[in-house]
């Protein structure tokens, strides 16, 4: 399965101090009507929560981390699950010392300052579902040539 997708709508904005970033993306694109986005995000957080899939376990394992830290890439995409706007976001993240941590970006982070780049595609909904091969929901799938 592929999905050709025209481009929509493009918006730059700002998220609160304090903001958590998924809570603030996933309203966002409910006000706005956004069902389907490619979305970049950097700046900083005060909190940051990252983790990793274990395959063989078929978990997520997750690790919080306090204090400043730059968000030197946040990427991701927003599709549909449960009928709701859903971001799906993964993080390389840069400490005071200019370590870097990396991960999937988990829901409860706190945004000290951060700008988003969200790019509305439009087309098809892409909705993700429960998948019995990964223990993931993804989208349906996948693409064969
Ligand atoms: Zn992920």
Redesign the pocket.
């Known amino acids: 399965m592929s999905a050709a997708f025209k481009p929509g709508r493009c918006f730059l904005f700002r998220l609160a101090k304090g903001a958590d970033i998924h809570e603030r993306l996933n309203a966002f694109c409910r006000r706005n009507k956004v069902r389907c986005a490619a979305i970049t995000v950097i700046g900083a957080t005060e909190e940051v929560r990252l983790g990793y899939?274990d395959q063989n376990r078929r978990k997520y394992f997750n690790r919080a981390f306090k204090g400043d830290m730059e968000i030197l890439s946040c990427v991701?995409n927003l599709t549909l699950k449960d009928g709701e706007p859903f971001a799906?976001?993964?993080a390389v993240m840069g400490d005071s010392k200019l370590r870097v941590r990396g991960?999937?970006?988990f829901p409860g982070s706190k945004v000290f300052a951060a700008e988003v780049y969200l790019h509305e595609l439009r087309g098809r909904e892409l909705v993700r579902r429960p998948d019995l091969q990964t223990g993931l929901a993804l989208w349906p799938g996948p693409f064969k040539d």
């Open positions: 899939y991701g799906h976001l993964h991960g999937h970006l």
